[in-house]
């Protein structure tokens, strides 16, 4: 069996502190009856649409064992969840909140949770469109109302929750806190650099930016407005999520077509992809990346330790 790319279905996840319009990403999700707060694009209950694997869930169509996954998968699992959050659309004062001020310790930390003045002692960030924030695991943060976020982060769905804003559940019971296991993993006193910068890495048929990178995934963003050749790698998968446009994806055995708010899985060491955008298309290319390597790229463009340590995090 030849590797071909595939496409992902999403599986929508309701929360109370979501939205009903999941547009522009979603047009069709609008109105809807229930809040939904998030869209998993590679969840291993997300279900694959194309290809010889069509109608299995990623985690029957790869299903590593028990031993495996201990040999394999330490630096994935029981240590937090570092993340990352590009903005593809944000309201003029759409804001998230990431990491304390570096003043604040655990003792006026706690007071705020009983006063109900947490948010005072955030750093607040403003959100514009294309924006990328990167967020390591142990940072206090919150998203506000006004946008949508593509969050790409280490696999895990573990969250630590000080503050709920007098929220319940459908049962109108609030949700489990968890303070102290909080207070364990939060770094006090550590400066917060949350906004990344863009690193340009080629421009010839499109734009290609690296918009963060950590040992658990890098991503950057293709805006292409011609056909483009992607050279894929023999050592990891490819993830493309599709922020904007429409095209078609042309491989060695065959073609198919890609909208917005698709994920497509693109298979290692194909030989050949080219990307071929009817529309001016967004896309956001995800992987793991070769630490090592990419520095080693970027050094060779010329760039220095301080430009770099903006976009890559050790």
């Known amino acids: 069996m030849k590797p071909e790319p595939f496409r992902i279905e999403p599986t929508f996840v309701p929360r109370i502190w979501g939205a009903r319009s999941l547009a522009p990403l979603y047009p069709e999700k609008s109105n809807l009856p229930e809040p939904i707060g998030e869209a998993w694009l590679t969840g291993i209950d997300c279900r694959i649409a194309t290809g010889p694997f069509a109608g299995k869930t990623l985690g029957k169509a790869w299903r590593p064992d028990d031993a495996y996954a201990a040999a394999h998968e330490q630096a994935a699992g029981g240590h937090g969840k570092t993340e990352m959050w590009h903005a593809v659309y944000a309201e003029p004062e759409a804001r998230v909140l990431i990491g304390l001020d570096p003043k604040v310790d655990e003792k006026v930390f706690i007071e705020a949770i009983k006063n109900r003045t947490l948010e005072d002692l955030f750093v607040h960030w403003r959100v514009q469109p ?34 709920d804003y007098g929220r319940v ?21 550590r400066p917060i650099g949350a906004k990344t910068h863009r690193i340009r890495l080629r421009a010839q048929g499109s734009e290609v930016s690296l918009l963060a990178a950590c040992r658990y995934f890098a991503a950057e963003r293709w805006k292409i407005a011609a056909a483009t050749e992607v050279l894929t790698n023999t050592e990891h998968i490819d993830l493309f999520v599709v922020l904007t446009g429409d095209g078609n994806l042309t491989w060695g055995s065959g073609s198919a077509k890609f909208q917005s708010g698709e994920c497509w899985l693109i298979p290692a060491g194909l030989e050949k992809l080219t990307v071929d955008s009817r529309s001016a298309s967004k896309i956001l290319r995800t992987y793991v990346p070769d630490m090592a390597a990419l520095t080693a790229r970027l050094k060779e463009k010329g760039l220095g330790f301080q430009e770099i340590e903006k976009t890559v995090f050790e």
């Open 130 to 163: 294309g924006d990328t924030f990167f967020v390591r695991a142990g940072t206090p943060h919150t998203i506000g109302p006004g946008m949508v976020l593509c969050e790409i982060q280490e696999y895990s769905d573990l969250t630590y929750r000080v503050y």
């Open 169 to 189: 559940d459908a049962k109108g019971r609030p949700r489990e806190l968890h303070i102290q296991k909080a207070l364990d993993v939060i770094q006090f006193g």
